[in-house]
């Protein structure tokens, strides 16, 4: 496992947009999946974006065209670049990495707070 560590959360109005970077404590290069998730209150955690190591991406609809996932093996980052952001996008971010056949890694979130 490797620790997470989320950052570029914070408190912006409807329309702004910001960038979340998820830091690995060591190297990303051999995780499937890298991926973000979101929980707002009283509802369940969803996946927001994924990227896999060969660099493909996917979105869950509510977010597509807004959010851009990327990764930068060399720097041990995974970025959530967010844009247009709506208050239904406030919640605590989460950083995932999986590396199959082992327990994935999570970080500790980061909140993420839209204003109307």
């Known amino acids: 496992q490797v620790r997470l560590v989320e950052s570029g959360g914070g408190l912006v109005q409807a329309g702004e947009s910001l960038r979340l970077t998820c830091e690995a404590s060591g190297s990303i290069f051999g995780f499937n999946v890298l991926a973000w998730h979101r929980q707002a209150p009283e509802k369940q955690r969803e996946l927001v974006a994924s990227?896999?190591?060969?660099?493909?991406?996917n979105y869950v609809d509510s977010v597509k065209g807004r959010f851009t996932i990327s990764r930068d093996n060399a720097k041990n980052t995974v970025f959530l670049q967010m844009i247009n952001l709506k208050p239904e996008d406030t919640a605590v971010y989460y950083c995932?990495?999986?590396?199959?056949?082992?327990?994935?890694?999570w970080g500790q979130g980061t909140q993420v707070t839209v204003s109307s």
């Open positions: 995932e990495a999986v590396r199959l056949g082992l327990p994935p890694s």
């Open positions: 990227i896999t190591a060969g660099g493909n991406a």
